[in-house]
């Protein structure tokens, strides 16, 4: 009976992959190597966190991917990765926004406790993606996020942010600002806990978040002159 949780962490240039090959048992988690124009290599660590945890293709029973925001081409590659291995094995998938991942990762780390936080990504010239967070038992939950700037910014505990969050909005929250820490581990650990809510996705439904229209598909609209298709 398929028992292994698989989880990918592609949101950032520091792309991981973590496996528990039954529940309880320890994480082990690899990085991914930078893509080259040639090759990828996200398959490639995948096959070999499997095999170094004794874990076949039939044995995996769910994949938890970090889904965003993030970088546009890491997480295209690694949710349609997802995808593929679901579609030959018929694992479950796990869509997991990577405010949690993050919020997990800080967690893990020590730098935040139970509470109401707010993670702040996708920074961009004045405003960012921020997502109200609430950690209980170690565990964050949150839903839905939006791009927000220092005039809308809710005030709720910290904010973990990125590393160009608005100096404006890192003012509107008097507690400080924690810098946001990613790791497939985490990914891993919030994608259990979210597939034990019952909150599986189709593999169709399986997709990036993007909270601006990524920037190869505003270039390519003002160099042709119509959206893409």
Request: include cysteine; charged fraction near 15%; glycine fraction near 12%.
């Amino acid at each position: 009976m398929a028992s292994a949780f698989l989880a990918i962490e592609a949101s950032q240039r520091a792309m991981g992959v973590a496996i528990r090959a039954t529940p309880g048992a320890p994480i082990e988690a690899l990085e991914v190597p930078p893509s080259t124009d040639s090759e990828d290599h996200l398959m490639q660590v995948i096959d070999a966190a499997c095999r170094g945890a004794g874990v076949s293709p039939a044995g995996i029973a769910a994949i938890a991917v970090s889904i965003g925001p993030g970088g546009f081409t890491g997480l295209r590659v690694a949710c349609a990765t997802a995808k593929a291995i679901a579609d030959v094995t018929g694992c479950a998938l796990v869509a997991v926004p990577s405010a949690l991942v993050v919020a997990r990762e800080c967690v893990r780390a020590g730098a935040i406790g139970d509470g109401a936080c707010t993670v702040a990504l996708a920074s961009k010239a004045h405003d960012a993606w921020c997502t109200p967070v609430d950690v209980k038992g170690g565990m964050p939950s949150g839903a839905g996020g939006a791009l927000l700037s220092g005039d809308g910014a809710p005030l709720r505990g910290a904010l973990i942010a990125d590393a160009h969050v608005p100096a404006a909005l890192a003012a509107r929250f008097p507690e400080g600002c924690i810098p946001a820490r990613w790791s497939a581990a985490a990914c891993l650990e919030v994608g259990e806990f979210l597939r034990a809510e019952g909150q599986e996705i189709d593999p169709l439904a399986l997709a990036p978040l993007y909270p601006r229209p990524p920037e190869a598909v505003s270039l390519w609209e003002a160099r042709h002159g119509g959206r893409v298709r």
